[in-house]
């Protein structure tokens, strides 16, 4: 029972269905951001803009689908977040704690640059960062990893230093004695 009513992540185990909302709304907030800025604004690249085959690679309407087809899959992660959020407020005894909730998202922002970059620039490399900007291409997909590590990290410092969800010495005595 200790296992269940302890400690999450170094959390109080009430703000776990905060955080997992944060993580799903970051995820699709920082594909948002990925695909708006990066894609659409400053036009560095595409989905599928270094893809090893020239035809797909230069191929914009192809490339454009691809964009559409990942800021559906940005969007689907935004809703999914927006609703565990909701059923967090409603059906679990969650903090109320903005702050909580700010670092789960910046954490979640960090979780898709992580997976969007070891995934997309480095394992399947059907695109980088910024192929045609000053220095070497993975210059620009590595900041982007450290960017994401940056998030991941700070998110979670934000949340620990956030009172309300971090466990009191009462909470920690309770989970190792076992009398509760």
Known sequence: MAERDGPWLGLQRDAKPLVIAGLALGVGLGGFFDGIVFHQILQLHHMLSSYPAASVATDLELNV????????????????????????????????SGRTLLGAVIMGWGVFNLVEGLVNHQLLGIHHVWPAGPGPIVLWDVLFLLWGVLFLGGGYLVIRTDSAVTPTAGDEAVTTDGRG
């Open 65 to 96: 689908v691809a964009d559409g087809l990942f800021h559906l899959a940005t969007y689907l992660f935004t809703i999914i977040g927006v609703v565990l959020l909701s059923r967090a407020w409603r059906f679990h005894p969650v903090p109320n």
